[in-house]
């Protein structure tokens, strides 16, 4: 007999609709009136704000200050740097006109012209860049460590809730620096929060490294990246970190007086993270029933279903459920006080049980007479839909202990994952059968590459297949499979979102 499912299709039959699916059962999000964008749904933002509480928190660690810079930038600041507008130009949104006026039909139509265009904030470097211009004036003033949470703009053409919407949630940090080494130490300090953050709290393993030069960040000297694998074996990248150099800042005009009484141009650094971990969390974790969550990132850790079949014994039960909540209020994980809630809706039993588990809370427990005549409790865990009776005292006493049960499993089924659909190549026949063959749909591929734009750019137009990342910047003996040269690194390749 064929086992059903709350998720149609399967994640098996049509895994972009599947993930589609999952957001719309698991009350995530779902498309704005707006082409492009999407109404992030209070279930969701929940898991947002979890996320950004847990980073800002580790900005601010190292040193991080939050400030915030305008939406609006003008064209001939983003005009400054080159390569940064040649970058982003398909994607700006403009904003040409201000005000409304009726004609003379009785429409709505722009009224007057701007002076200057005004650019609809897709990243923020030239516009922080002219206030830092003002703030740093001697080495004194460096370095100067910002971050910023706030919404951007790129006009995407094919999108896709939380991977790629034309508006979009995320923080971009912005520094600036005394010396390269300072800079650079900066950019890898930022892309292991990352890393930290993916495994340690959302539980997505990643590979980290630094981009190829065709994958770099427009304007920047060097980009670094952390890449998880989804579901479908493509790649996502979940962050990235950048190392400008003195490019942004002699297009911004960011000098100091340096220690030995010269000007100099700053060094400067830009990182981010955004919505699209969201769409990472969802990919990497959900199953055939719904979403699954790690607790760390969990808006509640359990949920207490009531288990009333009659208006007797309500009044017990509901008494039981709170001062159930109560302990386990009282317990902590991850440093952060247990969230519980009671869901007293008037519905079914099985309409409700299965409500939570396509919210993906990691612990649905039911309390009934049963239970309580036996000083017990029944839960599920979401992360292996294994249900679970136990007394009382053992649970409450045991919660912690459960949730981190509950996390690290969640990881290490992602990490076997990642394994079991990760393989080093260095055969080009071998290579292109790995990502041509339907049945196997590749995963992350391994190889040995002589470092040439020519050999990526003939990869990615065969096969769609890009280099995800550099993990390590030493020589590897022995010839690229693809043209035959010296090689020059052992790099990440991977079809991806």
Request: some cysteine; hydrophobic content about 40%.
């Amino acid at each position: 007999m064929t086992k059903k499912h709350a998720i149609s299709p399967l994640r098996s039959e049509n895994y972009p609709e599947w993930y589609q699916q999952i957001i719309i059962a698991a009350d995530l999000a779902e498309p704005s009136v707006v082409r492009g964008c999407m109404v992030i749904k209070p279930w969701g933002y929940a898991i947002w704000e979890n996320m950004t509480a847990i980073l800002d928190e580790m900005f601010k660690a190292t040193g991080h200050k939050n400030a915030y810079f305008p939406l609006f930038i003008p064209l001939r600041l983003l005009a400054k740097e080159a390569e940064h507008v040649k970058g982003f130009a398909k994607e700006c949104a403009v904003v040409t006109h201000s005000r409304l006026e009726t004609n003379e039909s009785g429409e709505l139509v722009p009224a007057s012209p701007l002076e200057e265009p005004l650019i609809v904030r897709p990243t923020s470097e030239t516009i922080i860049g002219e206030s830092f211009a003002k703030w740093i004036k001697s080495y004194r003033d460096l370095p100067l460590l910002i971050n910023q949470w706030a919404n951007v703009v790129r006009w995407e053409m094919r999108t896709r809730m939380f991977l790629r919407t034309t508006e979009f949630l995320w923080q971009e940090g912005h520094t600036a620096h005394e010396t390269p080494e300072e800079a650079i130490e900066e950019t890898k300090r930022m892309l292991e929060c990352y890393r930290k953050f993916a495994e340690d709290f959302a539980a997505m393993p990643v590979i980290h490294g630094r981009k190829s030069d065709s994958e770099r960040f427009p304007g920047a000297v060097d980009t670094y990246c952390i890449e998880a694998m989804m579901q479908d074996k493509k790649a996502l990248q979940a962050g990235t970190s950048h190392f400008l150099g003195q490019n942004f800042s002699r297009a911004s005009d960011i000098k100091f007086m340096a220690r030995s009484g010269s000007e100099e141009f700053a060094w400067t650094t830009s990182w981010g993270v955004s919505t699209r971990l969201m769409g990472g969390l969802i990919m990497i974790h959900s199953d055939d029933d719904g979403l699954v969550l790690p607790p760390k990132l969990a808006p509640l850790q359990a949920v207490i279903l009531p288990v009333i079949h009659d208006e007797t014994s309500r009044v017990k039960i509901l008494e039981n459920c709170n001062k159930l909540s109560d302990e386990l209020g009282k317990k902590s994980f991850g440093n952060k006080p247990v969230k519980i809630e009671i869901d007293g809706r008037d519905m079914r039993g099985g309409d409700k049980l299965w409500s939570w588990i396509k919210k993906g809370i990691p612990i649905i427990i039911e309390l009934g007479e049963k239970e309580i005549a036996s000083e017990s409790l029944t839960y599920t865990r979401r992360d292996n839909m294994i249900k679970i009776s136990e007394k009382l005292p053992n649970f409450i006493q045991n919660l912690p202990a459960i949730l981190k049960s509950i996390q690290d499993n969640i990881f290490s089924k992602a990490l076997e994952f990642r394994e079991k659909n990760t393989k080093e190549i260095n055969s080009k026949n071998e290579f292109y059968e790995f990502f041509n063959d339907e049945n196997k749909a590749g995963g992350f591929a391994i190889s040995i590459w002589d470092g040439s734009k020519e050999t990526e750019e003939r990869i990615k137009r065969d096969l769609g297949v890009t280099i995800r990342c550099i993990p390590g910047d030493s020589f590897n003996p022995g010839r690229c499979p693809f043209s035959g040269n010296p090689s020059k690194y052992q790099v990440v390749w991977a079809k991806s979102y």
